[in-house]
């Protein structure tokens, strides 16, 4: 069956499951169209189950003849089997059908007890699904319950876990979203409201597979009766798994969720997100309110904060950004109401921030606490011999070794092209006994090997470079705020050693997940270069936001023919006049791409572009490089209407959203399994870093500057 919108494969030979569903509509590229592009789900989907007594009916084993209709632009496929092991006279229909307009399926089965020998049938009715592990596959995420509660299970995750429901209610679903954000909500009416629903994970490596299984309780089936078992399909992009479980479990196959900043401060503006998503074409109403649920009162009624007109496409999830304002301490709750046009709900979700909770206790002071979370923060004033000196004492800079017999050569090299560098040695010479160095290690590797993103926007604001920081767990080992105020050189500060100067010159960075022959070849380079007396650049990012003014003379820092910047890594270069350029380096071997207003964003992330010696193509972490790719074509979609027009704003609720390609990630919502461990936004006018320690729904952002007496 398909449409404009879905390609959905029944199986009557194998009892009329669905084997495969895809959402037409679905973001798609190149790189991911053989990887799971538009694939909701494949496997044995959505198998009836009849259990009398001891015995089990598996549908799925059997051959159905089938009828195939079209009525009123609506596919039918009518299914039909006799089914004599639960009784004579006992037949089952199934029958699917798919509208002209319709992101999904609804299915309808009926066990008839008819016949001239048909006798009082025992039996449990049931479903069973099992979605097969796929070798593209890198993510999973899975719901499961009824409208009173949901499970959450994840992929790979917890591999070969069991987890059961007691079902209290008789709608139930199972919402399942693939790394690309599609995926299906399967919804199901029983016939009498207890039963069990069940999920389990496969133990197989990588991303497993998934067994959705549910039963009621016993009934009666008597001579000539019959049951009507109804479910539906929504097959969908809104990459979200819904707040509310009523919702999800209700047939309106409408998925609705709220998004809101984790806390605040009374009279801080918090940014929150809406999205729905339905499975036929709808115009609604999307409507925001919110109310205080301070301790020790009585909850106040929802106050509405604004209301917009939403047109839904099939499939597509529509995001609706919006602002709040706390206004004293306790808990905000925001809740989103979807309407239709006679103003009836079609669903509603939540969300809760914690307001001011300096004084609270349990889940909502941890709450607080991540939130207020601040990383290491360093100031190193002075001259350049005394910030070395500084920096000794914090185990950040080691002298050159006296034994070295390069040592004095290198020291003359660096008075000569680096001489703040030669400052720096000399006082970290100066304090004696130095501590091995910690994490930020001045030495380290100037673009850490882990999956981030950078972006280049202007606006309103002026040029701001957003740069969100990826690791592949949980960690926040090595996060710190470093500000350095010289007495010569200008002015810079930076978060895990990104960051912004006070001419206005940013630099960010990521992994640059190129070809192995590339890096090969650039890392050959630098070592060729090196064993002939060659020397590269020291300290790379001090020196150059200690010493660069604009993008061109970034660009010459790194292609210094005295001491180029040898590191393998890609690096976005954004300065006040606008100027921006994204620099992929491997070793020696550089490849620059200068900001051209003609083109989408300009984007650092964990992919090389491919050029024309065939040389930066992408790396072997194919999912980091897709994640990258999904997060590009989100921006373009959400915001490249209005590319150049980006105010700081705009670039803070971008920098939060958990949407498909969202820039705030959770480790089971992309491709990657990247998870965000902070986000970093450099002002270029202002000079200003705005950095949220921690993941930006959150943790707090804490605005810097390059004022000496902060």
């Known amino acids: ?47 009836p189950t009849f259990v009398s007594g001891t015995r089990e009916i598996d549908i799925s084993l059997l051959t159905m003849s089938a009828e195939e209709a079209e009525v009123d632009g609506e596919q039918v496929v009518r299914m039909t089997i006799p089914v004599p092991e639960l009784g004579p006279g006992v037949t089952f229909q199934r029958t699917v059908l798919m509208r002209l307009e319709e992101s999904g399926i609804r299915i309808r089965d009926l066990l008839a007890n008819h016949g001239s020998n048909a006798r009082d049938l025992r039996v449990r009715l049931g479903g069973r699904s099992l979605l ?31 987890v059961s429901y007691q079902v209290r209610g008789r709608q139930l679903f199972w919402r399942v979203i693939g790394q690309y954000g599609t995926g299906f909500l399967y919804q199901v009416q ?41 479910s539906a399909v929504l097959i969908d992009e809104g990459g979200r798994e819904g707040n509310d479980a009523a919702t999800l479990a209700s047939g309106d196959r409408l998925i609705v969720t709220a998004d809101l900043r984790a806390a605040g401060m009374p009279g801080d503006k918090l940014i929150g997100f809406g999205t729905v998503v339905s499975a036929e074409p709808r115009r609604v109403r999307m409507r925001v309110s919110q109310c205080c649920l301070a301790a020790g009162q009585i909850p106040q009624a929802m106050q509405v904060l604004e209301e917009r007109e939403v047109t839904l496409t099939p499939g597509k999830g529509e995001f609706v950004p919006f602002d709040t304002v706390a206004e004293r301490r306790g808990i905000l709750r925001v809740g989103v109401t979807v309407l239709d046009e006679r103003n009836r709900p079609l669903g509603s979700a939540s969300a809760d921030a914690v307001i001011d909770g300096s004084k609270a206790t349990g889940a909502v002071a941890e709450v607080w606490r991540r939130y207020r979370m601040r990383m290491p923060e360093h100031v190193f004033r002075g001259t350049w011999t005394e910030i070395g000196a500084q920096l000794a004492g914090k185990g950040k800079l080691r002298p050159l070794r006296q034994d070295d017999p390069r040592s004095a050569s290198r020291m003359a090299f660096y008075r000569q092209h680096f001489p703040y560098y ?110 002939a007396g060659g020397e590269v650049a020291p300290c790379p990012t001090w020196m150059l936001l200690a010493t660069c003014r604009n993008v061109e003379e970034a660009i010459a820092f790194f292609e210094n023919p005295a001491a180029p910047v040898s590191k393998t890594g890609n690096v976005l270069l954004v300065d006040r006049s606008g100027e921006a350029a994204r620099i992929e380096t491997a070793g020696l071997l550089h490849q620059v791409h200068r900001y051209r207003e003609v083109e989408r964003f300009l984007v650092a992330g964990n992919y090389a572009h491919r050029d024309d010696k065939g040389r930066f193509d992408v790396g072997e972490r194919w999912g980091w490089a ?78 810097y500057t390059l004022n000496d007496e902060e």
């Open 1 to 47: 069956m398909r449409n404009g919108f879905v390609d959905v494969t029944i199986a009557p030979e194998a009892g009329g499951v669905v084997t495969s569903m895809a959402y037409l509509r679905a973001m798609t590229f190149p790189f991911i169209a053989d990887r799971g592009a538009q694939v909701a789900g494949t496997g044995i989907l959505f198998v």
């Open 132 to 162: 097969r592990a796929e070798p593209w596959r890198m993510a999973l995420r899975c719901w499961f319950g009824d409208e009173f509660g949901r499970v959450a299970q994840f992929a790979p995750l917890h591999a070969g876990t069991r």
């Open 626 to 703: 897709a994640n990258t790719m999904l997060r590009e074509e989100f921006l373009w979609r959400t915001v490249g209407h209005r590319k150049n027009n980006i105010s700081l704003r705009d670039v803070f609720w971008l920098m939060e959203t958990h949407a498909p390609g969202g820039m705030c990630q959770h480790i089971y919502d992309n491709p990657g399994l990247l998870y965000s461990s902070f986000h970093l936004i450099a002002v270029t006018r202002t000079g200003e870093l705005w950095v949220s320690h921690g993941p930006p729904c959150t943790a707090q952002y804490v605005c």
């Open 422 to 531: 030669a400052e720096m040695l000399e006082g970290a010479a100066g304090v004696g006994i130095v501590p091995e160095p910690a994490p930020g290690d001045l030495t380290a590797a100037m673009l850490c090997p882990s999956g981030c993103m950078d972006v280049f926007f202007n606006g309103p604001d002026g040029p701001i470079n957003a740069f969100s920081k990826e690791r592949s767990g949980t960690g926040l080992d090595g996060l710190e705020y470093v500000k350095v105020l010289p007495s010569s050189g200008f002015r810079f500060h930076t978060f895990m050693n990104y960051g912004v100067n006070s001419e206005g010159l940013s630099v960010t960075g990521a992994t640059l997940n190129a070809d192995a022959a590339t890096e090969a070849l650039g890392e050959r380079m630098a070592t060729e270069w090196q064993a």
């Open 190 to 230: 029983m016939p009498q409201a207890t039963g069990i629903i069940q999920h389990a994970i496969g133990s197989e490596d990588g991303c497993p597979a998934q067994l959705c299984w549910w039963m009621s309780d016993e009934m009666t089936l008597l001579p000539g009766g019959r049951v009507l078992l109804e």
